[in-house]
């Protein structure tokens, strides 16, 4: 059974990849990974707060883009072992030495000289690719959609002239031309596209009078805007595309192949049934394609996308449909 892909250009000998988050956090913890069969790694993102701000303290480690992450709250690292910039350099040099496989670095910016400074670091630090977290809270009143859509564009235009690493670029489907943003990205040179819609849950404390903020682990059932969104940009950018969460079972792999991606990364799967799970969900996909008689995921890839469908518009305006 043929597993492979690639992915930024990197072959990989399947398509399990362990996305940014705390599970990177330590030595014993990536070897463990790798020996239970993960294809790949993403360090969790280094913040320009940790850049600029080397007390790091705890608002901005999980307040100033907290709602970037993809994954669980364990996402985010505890502020007193946050790891500053020449720490976090310094943990990706030993990461790379610790393990064969592709180690992906993850970066969350502000200013475009930041972005390119840091990727160049990581690029000197061993990395095999760099991973932009393209967020913005759209909190700013005065800055216009087309102006947060140009600084990003700008942002990897200069990272990607900046760095000779394959650069992904990691952003929500839910930008109102989210097709028209990811071609201008994948035009800007962009190697990869990854998906993910994970924000956090936000309700207020009428008693204390406090915002309370939580994430819970992903399910399966949030892997359905990733995909529409997967399908949509599968056979029209030349970027790679990678789903991050709500990949939990062999069939959603499967799912998230179909729709175009060439990789699944993971991170809440782990967290609830431990890193002996990747072992467990590449045997399920093996046996899975099996008895459905696929010999390859290649010959799935983007099978069920926008432009190979015989009816695209099953993804469209008639989910709003009435079921009355």
């Known amino acids: 059974m043929n597993l492979k892909t690639k992915y930024l250009g990197i072959p990989l000998k399947h398509p399990l990849v362990v996305g940014s988050s705390s ?28 850049i600029t701000d080397e007390q790091m303290d705890s608002f901005f480690q999980t307040d100033g883009h907290g709602e970037s992450s993809p994954e669980a709250e364990s996402y985010f690292p505890n502020p007193e072992l946050a790891l500053g910039p020449d720490e976090y350099l310094d943990h990706l040099r030993r990461v790379k030495e610790a393990v064969e496989i592709p180690v992906m670095a993850s970066l969350c910016g502000t200013t475009t000289r930041s972005w390119v400074s840091y990727a160049r670091q990581i690029e000197q630090a061993g990395a095999d690719a760099v991973e932009l977290d393209l967020y913005h809270s759209a909190s700013d009143a005065d800055t216009g959609a087309a102006e947060v859509e140009a600084q990003m ?23 109102t031309a989210f097709a028209n943003f990811a071609g201008r990205l994948d035009a800007a040179g962009v190697d990869g596209l990854v998906v993910f819609t994970r924000f956090h849950k936000v309700d207020i404390d009428v008693v204390d ?3 309370l903020r939580s994430l819970e682990l992903s399910d399966s059932s949030e892997l359905q805007l990733r995909l529409r969104a997967a399908a949509l940009l599968s056979g029209r950018v030349n970027a790679s595309i990678a789903i991050s969460g709500g990949v939990h079972t062999a069939v959603d792999v499967v799912k998230a192949t179909m729709a175009g991606a060439s ?22 996909l093996i046996g899975w394609m099996t008895t459905y008689e696929w010999t390859s995921l290649e010959e799935m890839r983007g099978n069920m996308s926008f432009q190979r469908i015989p009816n695209p518009a099953a993804y469209e305006r008639a989910a709003y449909r009435s079921f009355h």
Not at 155 to 162: A, D, H, N, P
Request: proline share 4%; no cysteine; net charge negative.
């Open 263 to 284: 990789v699944t990364q993971l991170v809440s799967a782990i967290l609830k049934h431990g890193p002996q799970y990747l072992r467990t969900l590449r045997a399920e």
């Open 209 to 211: 009078l406090e915002v």
């Open 23 to 50: 599970l990177t956090n330590d030595l014993d913890s990536v070897r463990e990974l790798e020996d239970e069969g993960a294809a790949a790694l993403v360090l969790r993102s280094l913040h320009e707060e940790e």
């Open 153 to 175: 564009i700008e942002v990897v235009r200069e990272v990607k002239q900046g760095v000779a690493i394959p650069v992904a670029a990691k952003l929500t489907p839910l930008f």
